[in-house]
DNA sequence: CAAGTCACTATCAAAATGATATGAACATGA
DNA sequence: TCATGTTCATATCATTTTGATAGTGACTTG
């Protein structure tokens, strides 16, 4: 789709999209979150194609989710790291994950677990001002000026 | 993206990205959630080629997050609302307009209000079981046997 | 020095997108 | 009656994106 009409809404929705709007990006972010560092990690995990890999790699350093940090000198190798922009995409992933698994659960499923105490997460969208999950009040848009 | 391989994968996220894994979609349900229902409403909104339009009402309604219902039967007229899944996909969004006003927030930009009492809302995703934020605890993924 | 690894790029067919025009089934007003 | 408007699309088609496959360059390892 053509992003850049959308990128100057004025919906953060739509901002947010412009530059995670696909799948294998929000993948990438997945892999990323989970520790995959390298580009034949996230070509082997993801089964993607290494044109398409090269794109999104490209696009998510360009826009500031990823970041390029070479490795090894010779051969020159780099691998990606998050930002603190693409760590905090998780909540966005752990809570489409939720959905999947409540609408689209059949049959095995992975579980994701808190690493320490190894209970399941159990993720929810509150409002950090009312406390009230997301969804359960009404919402308005507040157009600026 | 190939979506078949994707949609049996074990991963929740992998499944929620099958059915609503594409930026239209997602605006799609944004508008809907703020009570946008018809044909020429979405496309009027998003600037959508009806083309595409067209095909992602009826993807999202295959999907059973929209619902066809008839409110006029001379002329045949249909209008698309949410389902219980699709009512259910709001966190998700609301939660990428957050991330979306914090790294992409430039300008002047719309804002979330509780309908009621006419306060921004603050959207987060926390772990129901411990309260903690996502994010602040490492993620374990526990795949099935 | 042959084989392997890693991060790509090249090529190209197939699929998706998007702009524009058109259609079908009516309602409305002159 | 008849032109015009509304609404929900479909038809056509050029452009763009995709994805599969193969290849490359710069090494390392056995």
Not at 8 to 35: E, H, K
Not at 55 to 74: D, P, V
Not at 99 to 120: F, P, S
């Amino acid at each position: 789709m053509n992003m850049k009409n959308l990128s100057n809404a004025f919906c953060p929705i739509a901002r947010g999209l412009t530059c995670v709007g696909d799948a294998w990006s929000m993948l990438i972010l997945r892999d990323a979150s989970l520790g995959l560092m390298r580009f034949d990690e996230f070509r082997k995990s993801l089964g993607i194609a290494p044109t398409i890999l090269t794109r999104r790699l490209a696009t998510l350093t360009e826009e500031g989710l990823l970041e390029k940090r070479r490795y090894s000198e010779r051969p020159p190798r780099d691998e990606y790291v998050l930002t603190a922009a693409g760590r905090d995409f998780l909540p966005v992933l752990v809570l489409l994950g939720a959905w999947g698994r409540q609408y689209r659960g059949e049959g095995r499923l992975a579980r994701y677990v808190d690493a320490e105490t190894g209970e399941e997460i159990e993720p929810v969208a509150v409002d950090a001002v009312t406390g009230a999950k997301i969804g359960t009040r009404p919402i308005r848009v507040a157009t600026p000026e």
